[in-house]
């Protein structure tokens, strides 16, 4: 009986870690397009990317920054939008979500993560830009 038992607790162990090895969702992918819901992404773009955005006639940057960050320079005509505003969040659900939205902080982080805010609020076509307001400043010269 205790034989039986034993195979029978081997089986099931080894199927569980079948199962568990099979659910393994890690991915090695490099790919940029990144977000939290399976549905909608928002894209890394650099920043000769972001610039040929810009140009584009439905395209809305937005500057994420605190304004003590702003007032040493932004991108022009960028609507300035403080993540850390308490207000953010209703302020991003008030745009039009059929625009072309180009986001930089500071380095790419705050940004990334008011990307993500504005997929989780049915926004399709949004664009982080990687390395933020640091190396657009340096790259646009």
Request: charged share 25%; glycine share 6%; proline share 2%.
């Amino acid at each position: 009986m205790l034989y039986k038992y034993s195979i029978t607790m081997k089986y099931y162990f080894i199927i569980i870690s079948l199962f568990l090895i099979g659910c393994n969702t890690n991915s090695n992918s490099k790919s940029d397009p990144t977000s939290s819901t399976a549905s909608a992404t928002y894209n890394n773009i650099d920043v000769a990317t972001f610039n040929q955005g810009l140009k584009g006639e439905n395209s809305v940057v937005i500057d994420v920054r605190t304004p003590q960050e702003i007032a040493g320079g932004k991108i022009e005509n960028a609507v300035e939008l403080d993540y850390y505003d308490k207000e953010f969040a209703s302020k991003i659900k008030a745009l039009d979500p059929d625009k072309n939205y180009y986001l930089y902080c500071k380095a790419g982080t705050r940004s990334a993560k008011a990307a993500e805010i504005m997929i989780e609020n049915g926004f399709k076509n949004v664009h982080n830009l990687k390395g933020g307001y640091t190396d657009w400043k340096k790259d646009s010269k």
